[in-house]
């Protein structure tokens, strides 16, 4: 079965804070594979997590044989889960509320009508962001939980309907790239519940090391001062297969470093396994058995085409970044 969670440390963001003066927050993330929920008490620039929670609701299955746009039955099970987390967020006496949707919904015909029926149901309204812009967010939730990172480093995010890259200086984007590039439609392609057979698995990794090769520019894949960031749901479950973990634990998998021949591993590893199997791997959240070889797949093409033999995990990314942004960090 799927492990259960140890909580994430508190931010190290300095003072804890005080009855009187504290504000409490919420962000929610409505990604193509996941909807993610943090609710944080902040007074002043610091802040801590209260309750965290996420669910994969696959909000972008079926959109790419639909011509984009979002299904009713993903609709639905989406939706329901915003409510209840809204809801729950509620419960904590918030004071703000920022949804913030990405890839799924940005690239949706429907998205308006996806949008108008999330404010129906909860009263609360949707910021469909840019690829820039949620790559911006991310750096900024990144950077923050990984403050030794005060030079240069780059940034990479896979997610289920777009994979994003920022080259970072001093914790501000430099150049910001989001490649259409998600799990979602890969294991839509790829994935079924057999093994991934050798010669699928063979055509998979061309395709992608094809597609980096042809749309990460020079000025990314040369940049090889500063460390290589990985962050979102691959590379977070991959840091916990990696430490062989019986329950995911957030501040053994922060800061992690992911080695190649670990991820080379890995990859090996869960693709021999038929779609039942990998679903029972210890620290693997509910839903994601399917797209986890096609994310191990991008990390992997990822690594290559920014000539890196490894990379730092960061547990943080967009939800952090939101926090971020509404106290004005």
Request: hydrophobic share 45%; net charge neutral; glycine share 8%.
């Amino acid at each position: 079965m799927p492990c259960a969670s140890v909580p994430p440390p508190d931010p190290p963001l300095g003072s804890s804070t005080s009855a009187g003066s504290a504000t409490r927050l919420a962000a929610l993330d409505l990604g193509t594979n996941t909807v993610r929920l943090l609710v944080a008490e902040a007074a002043g620039s610091a802040w801590r997590a209260l309750h965290e929670a996420q669910r994969v609701t696959r909000l972008g299955e079926g959109q790419t044989a639909a011509a984009g746009r979002l299904q009713e039955p993903a609709i639905r099970r989406t939706l329901e889960t915003i409510a209840e987390f809204v809801a729950s967020a509620q419960r904590f006496g918030i004071s703000r509320l920022r949804m913030v949707a990405t890839s799924a919904v940005r690239e949706a015909p429907n998205r308006a009508e996806f949008t108008a029926r999330v404010e129906s149901a909860t009263g609360q309204a949707v910021e469909v962001v840019s690829g820039e812009e949620e790559a911006g967010l991310t750096l900024l939730g990144v950077s923050a939980g990984l403050r030794e990172l005060d030079g240069a480093f780059l940034l990479f995010d896979i997610g289920g309907g777009s994979t994003e890259l920022v080259l970072a200086r001093h914790g501000r984007a430099f150049r910001a790239l989001s490649l259409r590039l998600g799990v979602v439609p890969l294991a839509e392609r790829f994935i079924d519940t057999r093994p991934v057979e050798p010669d699928r698995l063979a055509l998979l990794r061309a395709e992608l090391d094809a597609r980096l090769a042809a749309e990460i520019p020079a000025e990314l894949s040369e940049a090889t001062t500063g460390p290589l960031v990985g962050t979102a749901g691959t590379v977070t479950t991959l840091a916990a297969l990696d430490l062989a973990l019986a329950r995911y634990d957030a501040q053994r998998v922060h800061g992690h470093v992911l080695r190649r021949p670990a991820v080379e591993a890995l990859l090996a590893r869960t693709a021999a396994l038929t779609l039942g199997e990998r679903a029972a791997l210890p620290c693997l959240e509910p839903g994601r058995a399917d797209v986890l070889v096609p994310g191990i797949v991008i990390c992997l093409a990822a690594l290559a085409r920014l000539r890196r033999e490894s990379l730092i995990v960061s547990d943080w990314g967009l939800r952090e970044g939101i926090v971020h942004q509404m106290l004005g960090v």
